[in-house]
């Protein structure tokens, strides 16, 4: 009797002790879930896939185009049929007064286009809310359109202003919802509406704009 018990306690151990090594093999052959860095997250780093040659370290500064960054190959298509533009992952853009190109992020999820700065302050001016900041060092002014509530950026509401922005053969006054103290340029659906879609196995699909 004594040695029945025992085989039925050994074979319990070794049961429980192969289950245990399963449970352990399935825990660490499981992968994390990734996600898409948010570029204007001040806790990240935008370091995002590029399909280019030259490697960015971008985790205080904007990314800024650099001479041997390349393109999507030529064969990729620019438009569509019915003359939307065709956008990467990321796009090379021209901003407000800036000379510099900028590497802004391609969000269509995203409601708004957003832009990190620095030394964001407002003010009145002729009776009107305006804001000045700067953007690499440089300083800009503008008037305030709106605020708006962004809660995973800011429990405030961000304001709002209005910016040229020139992509590829795109030329257009864009709203922007500035971050003060992120990182990086997204844009948004506000930017694609109407005129572009995103095409998401590429970057810099559209190129540089003229300055």
Known sequence: MMNKISKVSVFVLLLVSYQSMADNHVT?????????????????????????????????DLILAHNSTKSAH??????????LFILGRHEWILLASSTEYFAAYIDPVSTNSRIGVSDLVEFERDGKDWVKFKLLDKEYKFAILE???VPEKSDKPLPVVKLRTKLGDINEEIEYVLINGG?????????LR????????????QGRAKK
């Open 28 to 60: 660490s052959s499981k992968s994390p879930v990734s996600s898409i860095p948010d570029p204007l997250s001040q806790s990240s780093d935008l370091s995002p896939p590029y399909a280019s040659d030259t490697k960015f370290n971008a985790s205080s």
């Open 74 to 83: 030529s064969s990729v298509k620019k438009e569509t049929e019915d003359g």
């Open 183 to 191: 990182n990086g340029i997204v844009l948004g659906e506000n930017f």
């Open 147 to 149: 605020k708006v509530k």
């Open 194 to 205: 109407d005129l572009a879609i995103q095409n998401r196995k590429y970057d810099y699909i």
